[in-house]
């Protein structure tokens, strides 16, 4: 018998996708099992293979997705990305994940959802749902905001959207649904499409079956780049926030992903909290690197290392002190003409990591949260709060990276699971 493995992947066939548009753009996707013969349909797939490398490949303004952060529910907002990107101008910034449901029922709302700064980009728009038309409509309305890539979430394990809302991670049970979601994502923007989903879900969550979604996505779609969070989710008995910590971290898969898929690109996410690690994981082979929580919780230390250590520019001279002052800017200017007007709170929210592990820290955030109370903008609250931050802390440039634990990517690539192969059958039963 015959075997396709990924290292040969370009050779395996697929179905040719026909698109139609209808009703003034509207999108619809139509897989069309065609009867030519099995020549015929390896030229075909080749000829497509390669359409979705060159257009993989145009070039950019921005510099390679090498560091990127994650998109999380309620945090990686308008005021965060605004935040995150005085401290990195190279960092890739991705928006909360929005329902493309909420995107097309908010069609005469939209900036409240879409809108960002020009300074944010490059920033990634991530989508989630589980209908076509919507997911078709919604990526056809964000358009005209300028993304420079939309992902889709097959990642997010929340029970409002895994269990009740039938998306997110659950999707990663139906890598047709998935590929036809792609395709008709790609069909609707120019910009790279892109997935991001867990190494397994529940029960389903061998190495193969994590290839099969990764093959069946890639052969049936233009998906070239895949985020993968190295976790699997839990469905039932389990929180979000449990889903981030109890199933281990599985970094063997991820790299096992690099060796038996190498036309594809893959981001690592899941546990990585230090620049130390991301270059590790960079220098073992990943693509990129995605961080969450600790790029939220800790910006200043975290981001304040991207620019030079992840893209080799030199070290920033920015203090805390004038992050802030560009942040009270444009804090203050949001709260003055945006309507209707944002809490101060919810503007303010990202700040309280900024001075993570530093002198004054704990009494610093205790008298935030008191003149929230009383302030009414982000100049006031910070002249009312700063004494609490020694000079030194607030006048002193970024110094040195947090060291962390690199060793663990080394140590995955050592116990890799068998390599991924598909039987001849089964690459004419995809097709």
Request: include cysteine; proline fraction near 7%; charged fraction near 20%.
């Amino acid at each position: 018998m015959i075997k396709c493995t990924g290292h040969i992947l370009s050779t395996c066939l697929t179905p040719v996708h026909s698109v139609v548009l209808k009703n003034h753009g509207r999108l619809f996707s139509n897989l069309n099992y065609t009867n030519l013969t099995k020549s015929r349909k390896l030229l075909r797939y080749n000829q497509k293979c390669q359409f979705h490398k060159e257009s993989t490949m145009v070039a950019t303004r921005y510099p390679p997705p090498w560091f990127s952060i994650a998109p999380m529910m309620d945090l990686t907002d308008n005021h965060y990305r605004t935040l995150a990107r005085i401290i990195s101008k190279k960092a890739w910034l991705y928006s909360e994940m929005i329902a493309a449901e909420t995107i097309v029922f908010q069609k005469g709302n939209l900036d409240r959802f879409l809108a960002f700064g020009p300074e944010q980009h490059p920033i990634v728009l991530q989508i989630g749902g589980n209908d076509l038309e919507n997911i078709a409509n919604a990526t056809q309305l964000a358009n005209p905001y300028g993304y420079d890539e939309i992902n889709f979430n097959c990642g997010c394990p929340s029970p409002k959207v895994a269990g009740k809302g039938c998306f997110g991670v659950r999707l990663m049970l139906d890598p047709k649904f998935v590929a036809d979601a792609m395709t008709v994502i790609a069909a609707n923007t120019n910009v790279p499409v892109s997935v991001k989903c867990r190494i397994g879900v529940d029960d389903h969550d061998s190495y193969n079956e994590l290839c099969d979604f990764i093959y069946k996505v890639s052969s049936q779609s233009p998906t070239r780049h895949f985020i993968i969070h190295s976790r699997k989710a839990l469905l039932n008995g389990i929180s979000p926030r449990e889903n981030r910590s109890i199933p281990p971290l599985k970094y063997e898969f991820f790299y096992a992903l690099l060796r038996d898929f190498p036309d594809l690109r893959f981001t690592i996410n899941g546990g990585i909290n230090t620049i130390d690690e991301v270059n590790e994981a960079l220098r073992e082979g990943a693509h990129g690197v995605m961080v969450g929580r600790a790029a939220y919780h800790n910006p200043w230390n975290v981001l304040g290392h991207v620019d030079s250590a992840v893209y080799g520019a030199p070290l920033s001279t920015i203090t805390r002190r004038q992050v802030l002052e560009k942040f009270q800017v444009y804090g203050d200017s949001v709260l003055e003409h945006q309507e209707p007007r944002p809490n101060l709170r919810e503007i303010t929210k990202p700040l309280l990591g900024f001075f993570h592990s530093s002198p004054g820290n704990g009494v610093w955030k205790r008298r935030v949260d008191a003149a929230l109370h009383t302030c009414t903008t982000i100049k006031s609250l910070l002249e009312e709060t700063l004494d609490a931050i020694p000079d030194a802390v607030l006048d002193s440039p970024i110094t040195e990276a947090p060291i962390g634990f690199p060793d663990v990517f080394s140590t995955a690539k050592k116990v890799l699971p068998p390599p991924y192969s598909v039987t001849e059958e089964e690459v004419f039963s995809y097709a």
